[in-house]
Structures are given as structure tokens and as C-alpha cells.
């Protein structure tokens, strides 16, 4: 089990920007796919981004291609969104979510991550 916390979510006005961090604990999160996940009120939760467990490939939804990026520090056990140019769209409440290395990051199949955060809200006021 690897275990998840996000945080740095919070209010903001449109065009501005935010950093959210996912610390994790527990198995090894260095071997683990990574992704970003989003759920806003009445919505079905949707990806994001997801990386690789090196870091060394990244995919984003069409809705956030050049706005937001998705990196990770596995020394701090940590995977980061970088959020800029936000929009009201964008609200929602984020979580992370890890999966095993097996799995495609292009793939976007909820169920093929095991181990989710708690999640934390992006407010995107216009």
C-alpha cells in the first residue's frame, strides 16, 4: 500500500496559478505510475495527468495540455501539479493516485489505480 496526502490546493482568481504536492508513504513510490485525478460537484471524476514512474514520460487531458505539468521528486516521495492559467472549469476537488508501473499512463482507467488520496479543493473564482 502506498499511502497519499495532497496538498496546496486552495482559492484563486482566474489566470492565476497554483502548485499542488501528493506526499507518499508506505510501498515504494518510486516503482509507482503516478496520476492526477479531478471531481467537481456533480461531475464523474476525470484524469488529469499521469507520469511515469522515472519521470520520464508525461501525459495530460486535452482540457489541460499547456496549463498544467505533472513532475515528481522521488527523493521526497513526491509527485507535484504545477497549475497555471486556471479557469472556473478547473475547479474541483484534485486527487492523486498511484499504480503499478504495469499499467499504460495513457491509460486513464480509474480502476487501475490502487491507492487514491483524500483529495484537495481548487476553487477558480472568475
Known amino acids: 500500500q502506498v499511502q497519499l496526502v495532497e496538498s496546496g490546493g486552495g482559492l484563486v482568481q482566474a489566470g492565476g496559478s497554483l502548485r499542488l504536492s501528493c506526499a507518499a508513504s508506505?510501498?515504494?513510490?518510486?516503482?509507482?505510475?503516478m496520476g492526477w485525478f479531478r471531481q467537481a460537484p456533480g461531475k464523474e471524476r476525470e484524469f488529469v495527468a499521469a507520469?511515469?514512474?522515472?519521470?520520464?514520460?508525461?501525459y495530460y487531458a486535452d482540457s489541460v495540455k499547456g496549463r498544467f505539468t505533472i513532475s515528481r521528486d522521488n527523493a521526497k516521495n513526491t509527485v507535484y501539479l504545477q497549475m497555471n492559467s486556471l479557469k472556473p472549469e478547473d475547479t474541483a476537488v484534485y486527487y492523486c493516485?498511484?499504480?503499478?508501473?504495469?499499467?499504460?499512463?495513457?491509460?486513464?482507467?480509474?480502476?487501475?489505480?490502487?491507492?487514491w488520496g483524500q483529495g484537495t479543493q481548487v476553487t477558480v473564482a472568475s
Open positions: 508506505g510501498r515504494t513510490f518510486s516503482g509507482n505510475n
Open positions: 493516485a498511484a499504480k503499478e508501473p504495469k499499467y499504460n499512463i495513457r491509460s486513464s482507467y480509474l480502476s487501475e489505480y490502487d491507492n
Open positions: 507520469i511515469t514512474w522515472s519521470g520520464g514520460s508525461t
